[in-house]
């Protein structure tokens, strides 16, 4: 199972970014996905997750009006849409699958995980 996840980079403060993870090696349609990040010196957190059928959705209250979690079960493929990007925001992000298919926040519900990409927010 490989899950290739891009698309960080730096940007200023109000920028947009759409990360993508491309997975392969595991039956995407019927797993959940999820987005973790960590920033420096901080534990990993829960910052969206989306249910196999794409027809549920989960974010952190920090980003909730700001990030778009979606997928393409055609391509293999889930996005994450971060506009209006904060400082805080940096951090490394991380895709991650969950066999149950659905919508955790708990990262210990995920079996397979991304190498990361990380993004820089400057103010």
């Known amino acids: 199972v490989q899950l290739q996840a891009s698309g960080g980079g730096l940007v200023q403060a109000g920028d947009s970014l759409r990360l993508s993870c491309a997975a392969s090696?595991?039956?995407?349609?019927?797993?959940?996905m999820g987005w973790f990040r960590q920033a420096p010196g901080k534990e990993r957190e829960f910052v969206a997750a989306?249910?196999?059928?794409?027809?549920?959705?989960r974010y952190a209250n920090s980003v909730k009006g700001r990030f778009t979690v979606s997928r393409d079960n055609a391509k293999n493929t889930v996005y994450l849409q971060m506009n209006s990007l904060k400082p805080e925001d940096t951090a490394v992000y991380y895709c991650?699958?969950?066999?149950?298919?659905?919508?955790?926040?708990?990262?210990?519900?995920?079996?397979?995980w991304g190498q990361g990409t990380l993004v820089t927010v400057s103010s």
């Open positions: 090696g595991l039956l995407f349609s019927k797993h959940g």
């Open positions: 989306i249910a196999w059928t794409g027809g549920s959705t």
């Open positions: 991650a699958a969950d066999f149950l298919g659905l919508t955790s926040d708990n990262a210990n519900h995920y079996d397979y």
